[in-house]
């Protein structure tokens, strides 16, 4: 069942001239803008990764991936209940978690034809207890009933591998390990290991050899090339207006 959050986002992407839920090539788009494919993504990229191979052979796509910057966890007294408890989660997302998706889907950006929008969000969850589906049960077992988009606090486009090693700070040395771009992004060395994958896979990157036993990279040289048409309208698609909070839903035939 679709979220609200997932509506609301819908709706963020929306002009006066989109259609939603649109049939094509045996999929469904959650958003036709002109000739730009706009897909919500909640779950992981990678489960929608065929799809999006087979829609890039011939359609310009953008894929919006939120990252959950601040979650409120709501808890009912039931489906539908009374809220008997509000709390925040100490989780809190970075634009650094982009690598988490880009990790299982090398082989599909950058693409001409897809661009990746990362909205940086704060949201509520409503929460009841239940099991669901769970064949083990445990006492603080959980169903979630519903998602809400609280704020956006920004937006960010990634078009080209350009776009993703702007967000590695100037201070990484000429030639890095996975340990210098740790200290560099201010993470984990788990985050530097998934970014110096992507980047390894994605060729913006290549190994220049190894210091004990750690790979060393450097980046490679980028020449700026002439973007096809399909780039050209992803590029030229604005970003959304960042909307006040809270969020409001509008109303109005979406098709």
């Given at each position: ?39 919500i993504q ?99 077992d959980f ?31 000429t030639t ?80």
């Amino acid at each position: 069942m679709e979220t609200t959050l997932h509506r609301q986002l819908k709706q963020l992407y929306t002009d006066t001239r989109s259609h939603q839920e649109v049939p094509l090539d045996n999929y469904r788009i959650d958003v036709v803008r002109g000739n730009v494919l706009v897909e919500i993504q909640l779950g992981s990229i990678a489960a929608i990764r065929d799809k999006l191979h087979k829609l890039l052979v011939d359609h310009c796509v953008l894929v919006v991936k939120p990252i959950i910057a601040r979650k409120h966890l709501v808890k009912l007294s039931g489906r539908d209940g009374e809220v008997v408890s509000r709390r925040r989660s100490p989780k809190r997302g970075t634009i650094m978690n982009l690598f988490d998706e880009l990790v299982y889907c090398t082989q599909l950006f950058p693409h001409p034809n897809l661009c990746i929008d990362v909205p940086l969000i704060e949201m509520e969850e409503l929460r009841f207890p239940g099991h669901g589906r769970r064949r083990r049960h445990r006492e603080n077992d959980f169903q979630v009933q519903d998602q809400r988009l609280l704020n956006v606090e920004s937006i960010q486009r990634f078009a080209t591998a350009t776009d993703l090693r702007k967000l590695i700070p100037a201070t990484l040395p000429t030639t890095f390990h996975t340990g210098h771009l740790a200290e560099a992004i201010e993470q984990s060395r788990e985050t530097a290991q998934q970014i110096a994958y992507c980047f390894r896979h994605m060729k913006i990157t290549r190994q220049v050899g190894k210091e004990g036993n750690a790979i060393l990279y450097r980046f490679k040289t980028t020449r700026s090339k002439k973007r096809p048409p399909c780039s050209t309208a992803l590029s030229s698609l604005p970003l959304p207006s960042l909307p006040i909070s809270p969020v409001e839903m509008t109303t109005g035939n979406p098709n």
